[in-house]
Every structure is written in structure tokens, then in C-alpha cells.
């Protein structure tokens, strides 16, 4: 068998990004035979644009001729085209795809990724596995959906304890409602005499990138860790709700976490191993009864990496994964509390035939209508703050401020479906008021509208009513 993994380099060399150490490594080290070759086309995409870095990774692919693909998400705008994974399947090679950062917000990349995949690998959000699972059981095809939280290469990570010289420490980008956080939670513990340190991450506060001196590479990453008494970890918006990996690093690194109380994290992983909080108010109380209670708080560290050396057994996920992959008539890895869970959700089913029904019927009113209807291609889409911003490939900018659908042409008006509101036009500039809501939309100028959005957000975090 051959492998063939598609490494992203967003930021610097793949071996230093979390997808070597969650896919690529567990990948490598799982004991099945394969020979493994990797290509990395984010250098190609940027010098010589999309059809040349296509045309350079087929090369590859024809000269390797791998029965097996891995891809990782990656944004419209710094992925290859979607013709060139269709392109592979169409050859019969399979697919696996891993989705990492997901939202309450389901992307069109998202969505086409589960078209174009053989295997649909979920790692952050249990809710986003349990939805695509149950998309996949409705529409009686589509990928093997597995959730792979947890299942990252372990011997990466080194527990030996350190000296503890840091009380709170946060690893990772300041950005969204986690900066106002933050500062805030800085500010209550100061007081104290509570030191809280920031380390990493790609953004500061203000949006500015870090310097790249501040950059921590995986040794002094695990190090800082190490020498906290507890490590913080957050969501970076409120628009997600993900199992981050900061909550295994710091098991892994045999430190007390501290974390969001996000409904996943708390499905998921064992309540007594780590700590919990809500408000900034709640997370400063929290961090002093932790810091003053220190062997409950280093008992529950012990136990945290016990958890996760027996729980999760990364090797048996990718044997079991690959032999699913070329025998999809093998069972595909899971655990006992995902199928639990699964099975709560498809006991709610009738529910989500009514609103697909209600769907089905306001597009059948389109048809209806006699006017030629078609979906808006999508260029890029991201999250800032509550709101969902998208730019179609023919230059439209908008900024929602509900989940957002899909956009859609009906004859001359362009229209966008959302979450509990009627469908919003999106062809005038400025604020556009619709029932239970409303949406920003600019034309032809999304980094602009991406400012707007971001000073709305700041004011919203920061109480004042002129967000509103």
C-alpha cells in the first residue's frame, strides 16, 4: 500500500504544525506497511497560483501512484481546486480528509470536503461528527465519518515534571472575545498577586501577528506547560464549540488544565480530571481555589494522563482506519461514548425531517416562481466574532449575523438563507434588517467589511449598546 499526506505549511515547515503531530506522526507510527510520501503545495500555490500547483501535484500523484490520500482542511483561497480532489477519486484513489477547526457555522469547504472524501475525519468538534454521522445515515450515502479527538501521537509529548514557576499560563493567539478575556482575567488576578502568562500563538490582542521571535516551537511549547500549575484553554469565539488540543497538551505534559465549559469538552472527557469555568469572574475564582489547593489540583493532573494513555490507542485507530479504508466492509474505530451519542441524536431525527421539509418547500416555492435559480460560489468564509463572513467568487462580501445556509441568485436578487430568519437580500451596501435579525453587507470589499465587523464585535464585547 501507498500513502500519499498532503501536509499543509500555513505558517512555517509542516513538521512544527499541529496536523504532523494529530495525523501524520499517529499515521507513521501505527504499525500497518505502507510506503509514505509527502507534498506539500502551499509553496506552489503561492508562487505560481492554483492551476500550476494543480498541475504539479497530479505530477506527483501519477509519478507515486498512492492507493491512499490524506488532506487536511484547508481555506478556499490557499487549497488546491476542488477538481483536483475530485480528480483522484474519479481514479479510484481514496480519500481521508481531516477537519480540525470547525464552527457552529457549517462551511461550504466543509461541505464539499465531505462530498470529495472516502473518509470524513472529525478532530476538534463532537457535535460536528455527530452532525455529519447523522448527514451521512439521512442522505444514505457519503464518507465514513469517525471522530478522532484524542488520538494524536503521545511519545511527542514528554511529562517529566519541571519546576512549577508559573501560576496560569494561556498558549495561543489573542483573538476574538478570548483577548477581551484575557485582559479582563489579568486584571482580577493581578490583584492577587496572580501571574498570568501568554505565550504563542499567530495573533495578539489587536489582530497583529505575533513576532516570530515569541514563536514556541514544540520542545519550548511543552516546556512552558510543564513549569505551569495550570494551563488555560478557551474556544477563540463564541461561534465555537470544540474539544481544543491545548485540553490533551496539558495532560500529555502531566499539567493541571483549566477549561471552558463548552458542551462537547464536557460529553467527552471525564469531569473530575480538569477544572471548569464559566465567566471571566468564574475562571479567576476558579484559578484561586486550584492554585490554593494544590495536591487535589496535581491528583487530577495524574489522572488527566492516565485517562488519556488508556483511553486512546492511536495506533489501533489508524490500523483500524486503513483497513476500513481499503475494505469498507471492516468495521471503522470508535468509542463506546460516540455511539452512545450517536444514538441520542438519531432519536431526534423527526425533528430534522420537519425542517428539511420546511427547506424542501421554500425551494420548491423558488422553482416555482419561474425565475432561473442558482447557489453563489463561495471564494472564502471565515467566522469573526457572531457573525459568518463569506465573499463569492463574483466579489460579494457579506457579513451574517445568523448560520448561514447558502447564498442564492434568484433571477436578478441574491439572497441568503439563514437560521431562523426570513431570506436576507444582499444587494444594497450597509446594514440590512430581516426578521429576528440582522445582517452587514458590503459590496466588493471584504477586508473592509471584515473591520466593520470586528469593531462591532469589540463594542458588543466591551457592553456598549451602539454594537446593537
Known amino acids: 500500500m501507498r500513502i500519499l499526506s498532503f501536509m499543509n505549511e500555513p505558517y512555517g515547515s509542516f513538521e512544527q504544525d499541529t496536523s504532523n503531530i494529530v495525523v501524520r506522526l499517529p499515521l507513521l507510527g501505527c504499525g500497518v506497511p505502507f510506503e509514505h510520501r509527502d507534498h506539500v503545495f502551499q509553496n506552489d500555490l503561492r508562487a505560481h497560483g492554483p492551476a500550476e500547483a494543480a498541475r504539479r501535484a497530479r505530477a506527483v500523484v501519477d509519478a507515486f501512484r498512492p492507493d491512499v490520500v490524506v488532506r487536511h482542511q484547508t481555506p478556499a483561497h490557499i487549497d488546491l481546486p476542488r477538481d483536483f480532489w475530485r480528480g483522484l477519486r474519479a481514479d479510484g484513489i481514496r480519500v481521508i480528509v481531516c477537519i480540525y477547526d470547525t464552527t457552529v457555522f457549517h462551511f461550504d469547504g466543509e ?18 461528527y455527530l452532525e455529519f454521522r447523522l448527514l451521512r445515515r439521512v442522505l444514505g450515502r457519503g464518507p ?20 512549577k514557576d508559573c501560576d496560569v499560563l494561556f498558549v495561543g493567539s489573542r483573538e476574538g472575545g ?8 489579568g486584571e482580577l488576578l493581578r490583584g492577587d498577586g496572580i501571574s498570568l502568562v501568554l505565550r504563542g500563538g499567530l495573533t495578539l490582542g489587536d489582530g497583529r501577528p505575533v513576532d516570530r521571535a515569541e514563536w514556541l516551537d514544540w520542545p519550548a511549547f511543552q516546556r512552558a506547560i510543564r513549569r505551569a500549575r495550570i494551563c488555560l484553554n478557551m474556544q477563540s469565539y463564541r461561534s465555537r464549540s470544540q474539544i481544543k488540543g491545548r485540553l490533551y497538551e496539558s495532560m500529555a505534559c502531566g499539567t493541571f488544565c483549566l477549561t471552558d465549559d463548552n458542551p462537547d469538552s464536557r460529553r467527552y472527557i471525564p469531569n473530575d480530571l480538569v477544572g471548569w469555568f464559566g465567566s471571566v469572574e468564574d475562571c479567576a475564582n476558579q484559578v484561586r481555589h486550584w492554585l490554593a489547593h494544590e495536591a487535589e489540583r496535581e491528583a487530577a493532573a495524574r489522572a488527566a494522563h492516565a485517562w488519556l494513555r488508556t483511553t486512546f490507542d492511536y495506533r489501533r485507530f489508524w490500523a483500524d482506519l486503513l483497513r476500513h479504508v481499503l475494505d469498507p466492509a ?19 431525527q423527526p425533528v430534522l425531517i420537519r425542517q428539511q421539509l420546511a427547506l424542501i418547500t421554500e425551494l420548491s416555492r423558488l422553482l416555482a416562481s419561474g425565475q432561473p435559480v442558482e447557489r453563489m460560489a463561495v471564494k472564502r468564509e471565515g467566522v469573526r466574532g457572531s457573525h459568518s463572513v463569506i465573499e463569492t467568487v463574483d466579489g460579494l462580501a457579506a457579513a451574517l449575523s445568523r448560520p448561514c445556509w447558502d447564498l442564492v441568485r434568484v433571477g436578478e436578487r441574491r439572497l441568503a ?5 426570513d431570506p436576507l437580500p444582499l444587494d444594497e451596501v450597509g446594514t440590512v434588517s430581516a426578521t429576528r435579525g440582522r445582517a452587514v453587507v458590503g459590496h466588493r470589499d471584504g477586508r473592509a467589511l471584515v473591520r466593520v465587523v470586528a469593531e462591532l464585535e469589540r463594542r458588543r464585547q466591551a457592553g456598549d449598546a451602539t454594537a446593537d
Not at 465514513?144 to 511527542?156: I, M, R, Y
Open 111 to 128: 461541505a464539499a470536503a465531505f462530498e470529495d472524501s472516502d473518509v470524513f475525519a472529525v478532530f476538534d468538534s463532537l457535535s460536528t
Open 178 to 185: 478570548r483577548a477581551v478575556f484575557l485582559d479582563r482575567l
Open 330 to 348: 471492516s468495521p471503522a474505530p470508535t468509542l463506546p461514548v460516540l455511539e452512545a451519542e450517536f444514538e441520542r441524536l438519531v432519536a431526534l
Open 417 to 421: 438563507y439563514v437560521a431562523d430568519m
Open 144 to 163: 465514513t465519518v469517525v471522530f478522532a479527538s484524542g488520538q494524536f501521537h503521545h511519545e511527542s509529548f514528554d511529562p517529566t515534571p519541571e519546576p
